[in-house]
């Protein structure tokens, strides 16, 4: 069957599951969304991994009014990203499938919510195949439309519905900044096809063309100061859809900044410059915010922007390298970017659904009422620890690998004769390393405060381990990430593969000078499966050491204190409290105390409340919303409840009209 029929059946499968979901009882609704987005995902993964393959994907569907010709074509490119979206989606819908049982009383909401969930897995499949403009830009809003009733499915919570409009409006304003961007390209050369925007850049500056496309899919990716839907949507929606935006939804904004890279033709060196460093203050700002919030789900919402801050490292050595002619440079910054994508859309994704499943057995996102849950849910503390050694870029697991490669990558790039740029690749691995660094300090105080200890708080139930069906899919992330970890060279010789086939204007890219590269890529790999191999060989021997032990459960050491109490143990606050002070003109602490005077020898019971708020939400995006909220409210004396006035309004407007037309001026 051809990879054209293919596409049109997934299209119809999409279709045909929205009436299945609709009709069939409530409790076949997920097992009957698990089919069609698996079946959706296989159906659109095998024209893909032809493509990797490569071979040559493009469809043309002329005739269509007003729109014209609508290119559907599959590049490398494409299908990296659509390998990337299904495997996540599949992982999600299962995990979401345990995830929601506790919602079966709510039967309409549930079918609203797997029907948007198929509706999502699509739109995003065809964001990645749809080249002409218009219908880009209504697959798009199809996208965020069908994200948005994911993240409000808990509409009766006004905090939810807050954060759903925040999102909506947020995703809009990169509509039209696309918009404009698109609009701008077909006045300029008539067509709406992808291919005429590297006919403008060619012909016009590259500059102010793609920084309206890098605001407009900035904003989907999180870059700040376009970042503040984040915070906000993640913690707001179901585990599931958090994981899966993070893990793909927030990279489709990277995959237009990627597509519109490979269309650029001029002005690499400083568009490379620029991503550079606004991505490693976006990672550096992503994670000092992330140390100190309590709420462990918007804690991983701004570990999302750190990571994001990391993928654009690699895309700002990719186009340094390009302006320098630096072809290993070129495959080093973006093929890591590549692979630092799926890295994280794999550890993300098994961090926020171990979140889910804490979330659903104690029903807070609060660390502080939290600890001691290793001992009810040690399954869900091993994959939750699994997931922070890989996003502190620890080996042997897949977010090492990217990472050295993005480092590797700095390391070629500070052979540059330009002052310039060797001072700004330095500053920037100093900033790449410091992000690593309190990346470890995030997740050692999430996890300890989280899981060791003991129960800090009394919790309304016991909290029990999550059912088979949520921690299935944790586990078939696991395996991914240890495949990459193991054979990191093989899944980065199709990243370098994607990036030679995508800038074929550089000409021949000598991939003998990669070799050694790759060899000490093999050894990584080596040396990771020697030290699983020798974890595997101590546990198990410890195992059959102990076996005839006997094992007794005690209350956590409380350090020889013959009285401890819960209180007494550190907090997550208290964790993060010095790095928050230090930082504290980044991170703004708003707190509700009264303090202690210095003649109250005897002080009163306080109580004491604090919170973080995020820098460009508060001191800039706040200030221009309360402005323009001031300035609009100066009009408010028009809507009076006159309808004399109102009638007034009108004729006075007819009037405009006539004299305009008499005199000429409309």
């Known amino acids: 069957m051809a990879d054209s029929q293919l596409l049109f059946i997934s299209l119809c499968i999409t279709i045909i599951g929205w009436f299945a979901i609709y009709f069939v009882p409530v409790q076949l609704k997920g097992k009957i969304t698990i089919g069609f987005v698996v079946l959706n995902a296989i159906l659109t993964s095998i024209p893909a991994i032809h493509v990797l393959n490569s071979e040559k994907f493009e469809i043309l569907f002329s005739g269509i009014a007003l729109i014209g010709e609508v290119p559907i074509r599959i590049d490398s490119l494409s299908a990296w990203f659509i390998l990337i979206i299904n495997i996540t989606s599949i992982t999600g819908v299962f995990y979401g499938f345990g995830y929601m049982k506790s919602y ?13 969930y198929l509706l999502f897995h699509s739109s995003m499949l065809w964001v990645c195949m749809v080249q002409n403009s218009i219908v880009f830009l209504i697959v798009w809003e199809l996208m965020s439309l069908s994200s948005l009733f994911l993240v409000i499915f808990d509409h009766e919570n006004s905090k939810t519905i807050k954060a759903g409009i925040n999102y909506l409006v947020q995703m809009h304003i990169g509509v039209a ?3 404009m961007a698109f609009v701008w390209v077909y006045i ?29 899919f900035g904003i989907k990716a999180g870059f700040i100061p376009f970042h503040s839907w984040l915070p906000h949507a993640h913690p707001a929606a179901p585990s599931h859809i958090s994981g899966v935006m993070s893990g793909v939804i927030v990279k489709l904004g990277i995959y237009g900044i990627l597509r519109m890279i490979t269309f650029i033709s001029s002005d690499f060196l400083l568009l490379g410059e620029a991503i550079l460093g606004l991505s490693v203050l976006t990672g550096l700002y992503g994670i000092i915010n992330s140390a100190v919030h309590r709420d462990f789900k918007r804690m991983l919402a701004y570990c999302t922007i750190e990571n994001i801050g990391i993928v654009g490292v690699g895309i700002g050595l990719g186009m340094i390298g390009l302006g320098n002619g630096n072809n290993i440079m070129v495959i080093l910054g973006f093929g890591g970017a590549l692979l630092h994508i799926l890295n994280h859309s794999l550890f993300k994704s098994l961090l926020f659904f171990s979140a889910g499943s804490v979330y659903q057995q104690t029903h807070t996102r609060d660390m502080e009422k939290l600890g001691g849950l290793i ?14 050694l890989a996003i502190g870029g620890l080996p042997p697991f ?13 390391l070629e790039g500070i052979s540059s004769s330009n002052m310039y740029q060797v001072i700004l690749i330095v500053i920037s691995f100093a900033g790449l390393s410091i992000i690593g660094g309190i990346s470890i300090l995030v997740f050692t105080k999430s996890f300890g405060t989280i899981f060791l200890g003991s129960q800090r708080t009394h919790l309304h139930s016991e909290p029990v381990e999550v059912s088979l069906s949520m921690r299935l899919p944790q586990y078939i992330i696991i395996g991914l990430m240890i495949c990459i970890g193991l054979f990191p060279s ?11 086939t995508s800038f074929p204007g ?3 890219i000598q991939t003998d000078s990669l070799i050694p590269f790759m060899d000490n890529l093999s050894l990584v790999g080596l040396f990771a499966a020697i030290f699983l191999v020798l974890a595997v060989i101590v546990y198990f021997v410890r195992s059959l050491l102990t076996k005839k032990n006997l094992t007794q459960v005690s209350p956590t050491w409380g350090c020889g204190y013959v009285a401890p109490r819960a209180s007494m143990q550190y907090t997550s606050k208290s964790y993060s409290k010095t790095l928050g002070k230090l930082l504290g003109f980044i991170v703004i602490e708003k707190k509700k105390y009264t303090e202690l005077e210095k003649s109250e020898i005897f002080p009163e019971e306080r109580k004491h409340s604090a919170f973080y708020v995020d820098f460009f ?13 001031y300035f609009m409210n100066l009009f408010q004396f028009v809507q009076n409840g006159s309808t004399q006035m109102y009638i007034i309004y009108g004729l006075f407007f007819i009037l405009l009209v006539f004299l305009g037309t008499l005199f000429n001026i409309i």
């Open 104 to 116: 079966k009383d709510q039967k309409s909401n549930l079918t609203l919510h797997w029907i948007q």
């Open 177 to 179: 900044i696309l918009t």
């Open 188 to 216: 300029s050369t008539g067509s709406l096809d992808f291919l005429a925007i590297a006919q403008f850049f060619q012909t016009h500056s590259n500059i102010w063309l793609f920084l309206l496309f890098f605001i407009g």
């Open 375 to 388: 001992k009810k849910m040690p399954q869900t503390a091993f994959l939750f620890l699994i997931g922070a």
């Open 398 to 410: 897949n977010g090492f690998v990217s990472e050295f490669i993005i480092y590797k990558g700095m």
């Open 490 to 500: 093989f899944f980065f010789s199709y990243t370098s593969q994607i990036i030679i």
């Open 506 to 508: 550089l000409g021949v």
């Open 617 to 629: 939400e508060n001191r800039i995006i706040g200030r221009i919303t309360n402005a323009l909220q």
